[in-house]
């Protein structure tokens, strides 16, 4: 049998870390990742030894400033989030809550910034954090802008629920992607959280393909839809941005 590389044994390591497991042991390493102890042990030595992960007094590893640096500078978001911030500062100072900024990946939604503020409403979202693309109003908005092969391949399933409002019907999940297509944005009132609402529109870039999508995380009440006007400024005012 055909042994892994030592570049895809380093990946695996790197892939063990996770939102809620930012530290970990070796022997959890070494298991979630399939390797020897041993084998584990000896490549994250290397890796503390470069910077690429750190080890804590404890003796959990994790993820080392010296790979975020490396991907910081090398980021492909790095251009739409040095456009996006001057207007996602001034859409939270109207809003209050939690302004997002998310791009579409495989057949996932990834957050690649977020502005939040003490208080602010519940919000299961953070940077580098993935959600699936039928299930908030970022996803949404890119997925009812993404190519059609795409859109039928989510629309296929398995469309797994997080609320008993989130769209699960395929059906309906297309009714409602025609929708944001044609109203320019996806409200989704409760589709995480039932206190929560997720506002959605798209960010377009050169050409106007739509890039990434701009959001806003508000308490699910009468005057969540009175953000829809500043969310669509902000959008307009990142878009030209992004073509020029």
């Not at 490549?43 to 400033?65: A, N, S």
């Not at 409200?187 to 506002?199: K, L, N, Q, V």
């Amino acid at each position: 049998m055909k042994r892994d590389s030592v570049l895809t044994r380093v990946v695996r390591i790197f892939e063990t870390f996770e939102p809620d497991a930012p530290a970990l042991r070796v022997t959890d390493i070494a298991r979630r990742a399939g390797l020897h102890v041993a084998t584990a042990s000896r490549l994250i030595d290397e890796l503390v030894g470069h910077g690429w992960l750190r080890r804590d007094p404890d003796r959990r590893i994790r993820v080392g400033v010296r790979l975020w640096e490396l991907a910081s500078r090398a980021s492909p978001t790095l251009g739409l989030r040095e456009a996006a911030m001057p207007f996602m500062e001034d859409l939270h100072a109207v809003v209050g809550h939690h302004t997002q900024l998310a791009v579409l990946e495989d057949r996932e939604v990834l957050f690649v910034e977020r502005l939040s503020a003490p208080g602010a409403v519940v919000n299961v979202t953070r940077v580098a954090g993935r959600l699936p693309l039928h299930a908030s109003s970022s996803g949404l908005v890119l997925l009812a802008h993404a190519p059609a092969d795409l859109q039928e391949q989510v629309l296929a399933g398995p469309l797994g629920p997080f609320r008993r409002t989130t769209l699960t019907d395929p059906a309906r999940l297309r009714r409602f992607l025609a929708d944001v297509r044609r109203d320019g944005y996806a409200y989704c009132a409760g589709f995480i959280d039932e206190e929560t609402t997720g506002i959605a529109v798209p960010l377009r870039g050169r050409g106007g393909d739509v890039v990434a999508a701009l959001s806003v995380i508000v308490p699910n009440d009468d005057s969540a839809r009175m953000q829809i006007p500043a969310l669509r400024a902000a959008a307009r005012g990142i878009s030209r941005t992004l073509s020029q």
